[in-house]
T-cell receptor, first 114, second 115 residues
Framework: GDSVTQMEGPVTLSEEAFLTINCTYT??????LFWYVQYPGEGLQLLLK?????DKGSNKGFEATYRKETTSFHLEKGSVQVSDSAVYFCALSPPNTNAGKSTFGDGTTLTVKP | GAVVSQHPSWVICKSGTSVKIECRSLDFQATTMFWYRQFPKQSLMLMAT?????????EQGVEKDKFLINHASLTLSTLTVTSAHPEDSSFYIC???????????FGNGTRLTVT
């Protein structure tokens, strides 16, 4: 079945550092790929997504590129802020499937220190 | 943008009582909503898919008689934890989308503590 493997955390960075959170997946066909962010005590928010190979999703300075050849969707940000401290989830959704039935990774906790 | 409202945000109840959690889509119609459970420092576990006007579809291992789901309208789904026990204490999250290939929107979650 489908699976998502995320880089284990927690990740602690200083403000303005470069961020990479690795995500690889196993799925048949061409799933849609997502990154969600969860702030303390809240639900998840969609951060970015990509629906086909070589697509780059971007939002709020975060980027991730859909790499079919390496089955990866790594999250990057060039300069993190304290406000980026949160848990980040990588997820995949098979084609023509409601995203609610996505397979989620285990989450990576990011802490950014001033 | 689309908003999903979940209430209550937290609830404390005594063992043996039942608790109802509401999930509303505020500005779009959701024929399908989803309920998840999240344990500390873990990912979301899909519990069930809530279908408007029909029975919910439960994931393997989730007790349908314990976690009652009702999806009475296109904007409201409820999850009732019946005869709650301390092991049911968890963070419950709902989500909704307008359909396949549409963005998924999450509620802010409900922290349930059973004493």
């Amino acid at each position: 079945g489908d699976s998502v493997t995320q880089m284990e955390g927690p990740v602690t960075l200083s403000e303005e550092a470069f961020l990479t959170i690795n995500c690889t997946y196993t799925a048949t066909g061409y799933p849609s790929l997502f990154w969600y962010v969860q702030y303390p005590g809240e639900g998840l928010q969609l951060l970015l997504k990509a629906t086909k190979a070589d697509d780059k999703g971007s939002n709020k300075g975060f980027e991730a590129t859909y790499r079919k050849e390496t089955t990866s969707f790594h999250l990057e940000k060039g300069s993190v802020q304290v406000s980026d401290s949160a848990v980040y989830f990588c997820a995949l959704s098979p084609p023509n499937t409601n995203a609610g039935k996505s397979t989620f990774g285990d989450g990576t906790t990011l802490t950014v220190k001033p | 943008g689309a908003v999903v409202s979940q209430h209550p945000s937290w609830v404390i109840c005594k063992s043996g009582t039942s608790v109802k959690i509401e999930c509303r889509s505020l500005d779009f119609q959701a024929t399908t909503m989803f309920w998840y459970r999240q344990f500390p420092k873990q990912s979301l576990m899909l519990m069930a898919t809530s279908n408007e006007g029909s029975k919910a579809t439960y994931e393997q291992g989730v007790e349908k008689d314990k976690f009652l789901i009702n999806h009475a309208s296109l904007t409201l789904s409820t999850l009732t934890v019946t005869s709650a026990h301390p092991e049911d204490s968890s963070f419950y999250i709902c989500s909704a989308s307008a359909g396949n290939n549409s963005p998924l929107h999450f509620g802010n979650g409900t922290r349930l503590t059973v004493t």
